[in-house]
């Protein structure tokens, strides 16, 4: 009897965090899209407003909710990286989608597959097409990642879309990141990694332990720290990727 609440109070704890996480997440996907809005110059300016007693109160109202948030923030984005961790622990394929996509707002094609292991960082701005992610990927969708029908990402490969500015005082990021997209058909190996700012052409291929600094040539092959390309891949690519070619994925 006791195994058995605890393991209902253990279930009803966890549905909270996931809510807690879904909660956050729509309002980190609002946010940062109004971020990416402004970063691009298409925001419309606010018309200005008098100033009046009952917007003076507002304005009160909306500091002390800012430095709620303030405060709140660094521990819920943990939570939601925690939670990314844990839900790529869970053996399932099917159930890791079904969180990825509905408590965290991740977008992904019904049938793509991502194998367990992974972080994901805002997943909330990353949006994969029919693809295969391998087991231990580490997704940093900060910036934004987009990976378009038939991308294939070996174990253990690294994507990130923010950076540190290594002269910078204070070690500030200064705008050093930017969304990373791959084109359909690239295939990135083992434990190779995609620096901010990077755009994979069609078929383009990243070699095992490669590092992708500038952006890859379609159907060329690179290797290397930095990646240079070394020769060319096959243009006439015909294989299409996603669970209708596989039923055995399980973790």
Not at 197 to 211: E, K, M, Q, Y
Not at 219 to 230: D, E, R
Request: hydrophobic share 45%; glycine share 8%; net charge positive.
């Amino acid at each position: 009897m006791i195994v058995f609440i605890f393991f209902i109070v253990l279930f009803f704890y966890i549905l909270f965090l996931l809510l807690i996480c879904r909660v956050y997440a729509g309002y980190r996907k609002k946010k940062d899209a109004k971020r990416f809005l402004t970063e691009n110059n298409m925001v419309i300016k606010n018309t200005e407003q008098d100033i009046t007693q009952p917007y003076l109160q507002k304005s009160i109202i909306k500091t002390w909710l800012s430095k709620i948030r303030s405060i709140s923030e660094p521990y819920l984005y943990g939570l939601v990286r925690y939670m990314s961790i844990w839900i790529g622990k869970v053996p399932s394929h099917r159930i890791r989608k079904f969180l990825l996509r509905n408590c965290l707002l991740m977008k992904i094609h019904p049938e793509a597959i991502i194998y367990g292991g992974f972080e994901i960082r805002s997943p909330w701005n990353i949006k994969l097409g029919r693809v295969v992610i391998g087991v231990g990927a580490l997704l940093d969708g900060r910036n934004g990642i987009v990976m378009e029908d038939d991308v294939c990402l070996a174990q253990n490969v690294m994507i990130f879309t923010e950076q540190h500015d290594l002269n910078d005082e204070f070690f500030r990021c200064n705008d050093k990141g930017g969304m990373v997209n791959i084109k359909d058909h690239a295939w990135i190996s083992s434990r190779s990694t995609i620096l901010p700012r990077v755009t994979v052409g069609s078929g383009a291929v990243l070699a095992c332990g490669a590092i992708a600094t500038k952006d890859l040539e379609p159907y060329g092959v690179y290797a290397g720290i930095p990646a240079k390309k070394v020769s060319d891949r096959n243009n006439n690519l015909k294989y299409s990727l996603g669970k209708n070619n596989s039923f055995w994925h399980f973790y």
